[in-house]
């Protein structure tokens, strides 16, 4: 759902003339960022001590979708619109891009912290021996 927010909100800078149309995308573009973090946050909740599956199912996909959402939103504002930052479009790039930030900095304390810790003596050499 987040992604589908992140596809919607780019493609309201277009209608920016018909304020009926932009009211309705921002309100769908935002339900569906907002349903998105909502069930992400669950599923971190739910999954919390299996940082395995979160940095594979969760913080890695978000910071894929969001750095997707964050390219295509910069590609929208300077085609489509000729490179004018709009209202719309500045809310945009702050959303988007704390979203970015977020699964940033997760995925990186999860991936490279709290997996690293976990790892056994035993893993750490077999690690060695499969990159040498």
């Not at 596809?7 to 309705?24: C, I, N, R, Y």
């Not at 300077?78 to 900095?105: D, E, F, R």
């Amino acid at each position: 759902l987040t992604l589908a927010g992140y596809v919607v909100f780019p493609g309201t800078f277009t209608s920016l003339k018909t304020s009926q149309t932009l009211a309705g995308s921002t309100t769908i573009a935002g339900a569906c960022c907002l349903l998105g973090t909502v069930r992400t946050s669950w599923l971190w909740y739910k999954w919390r001590n299996n940082a395995i599956w979160l940095v594979g199912n969760i913080f890695l996909p978000g910071l894929l979708h969001s750095l997707t959402g964050l390219i295509t939103t910069l590609i929208n504002i300077y085609t489509a619109q000729g490179g004018h930052w709009s209202v719309t479009a500045k809310i945009t790039i702050m959303v988007i891009g704390l979203c970015t930030g977020n699964m940033t900095v997760l995925y990186l304390v999860y991936n490279h912290w709290i997996l690293e810790k976990m790892k056994t003596t035993r893993d750490r050499a077999l690690a060695k021996r499969n990159h040498a």
